[in-house]
T-cell receptor
Framework: RKEVEQDPGPFNVPEGATVAFNCTYS??????FFWYRQDCRKEPKLLMS???SGNEDGRFTAQLNRASQYISLLIRDSKLSDSATYLC???????????FGSGTQLTVLP | EADIYQTPRYLVIGTGKKITLECSQT?????MYWYQQDPGMELHLIHY???????EKGDLSSESTVSRIRTEHFPLTLESARPSHTSQYLC??????????????FGSGTRLTVV
């Protein structure tokens, strides 16, 4: 079983839709959680960190469920510019490296 | 805007050539990483460093080597390039004291094609 697993998609949604991605992790000692956005042929860029109590940044909401070992990303009112691949990343501690999921591809359609 | 720089951005080279991909960061980060990523595929960690004179191999076996003689510089070398090395190589860095908040910062990558 992979340490970090994501639904690969693709997710094709109309503009204005709400879309949610999940990412499961296997190491219960995981401490840090992130969502990255990667545009085609570009580098990943940090979208948001995920905090225990959940956090929101504009149209984006991230949540952590430690009991079920998953994090989620909710995008409201999708824009064409949200089209990208969304990677989750999990760190089991400062002595470990971030483990990235394989990404979920999102296409927002006009 | 970028504080981590990779050169060259694109490289097309013949089989058997020696190449060095450069990565430099101005953030004073102790930790640096090299990832390999094929189009539409996941990131694979090939090397990492926790500081000067520290280098380790990552999860994905790679024929490349790295060095870390200065904090800001983490070059990756392929002694003899082969077509199987064709891929995108991404460098990243992190501050271990802030990693839980900011994760890794990536460079813009080097797209390598070996012909």
């Amino acid at each position: 079983r992979k340490e970090v697993e994501q639904d690969p998609g693709p997710f094709n949604v109309p503009e204005g839709a709400t879309v949610a991605f999940n990412c499961t992790y296997s190491n219960s000692a995981s401490q840090s959680f992130f969502w990255y956005r990667q545009d085609c042929r570009k580098e990943p860029k940090l979208l948001m960190s995920v905090y225990s109590s959940g956090n929101e940044d504009g149209r984006f909401t991230a949540q952590l469920n430690r009991a079920s070992q998953y994090i989620s990303l909710l995008i409201r009112d999708s824009k064409l510019s949200d089209s990208a691949t969304y990677l989750c990343a999990v760190n089991a501690g400062s002595a470990r490296q971030l483990t990235f999921g394989s990404g979920t591809q999102l296409t927002v359609l006009p | 805007e970028a504080d981590i720089y990779q050169t060259p951005r694109y490289l097309v080279i013949g089989t058997g050539k020696k190449i060095t991909l450069e990565c430099s960061q101005t953030m004073g980060h102790d930790k640096m990483y090299w990832y390999q990523q094929d189009p539409g595929m996941e990131l694979h960690l090939i090397h990492y460093s926790y500081g000067v004179n520290s280098t380790e191999k990552g999860d994905l076996s790679s024929e490349s080597t790295v060095s870390r003689i200065r904090t800001e510089h983490f070059p990756l070398t392929l002694e003899s390039a082969r077509p199987s090395h064709t891929s995108q190589y991404l460098c990243a860095s992190s501050d271990p004291t802030q990693e839980s908040y900011y994760g890794y910062t990536f460079g813009s990558g080097t797209r390598l094609t070996v012909v």
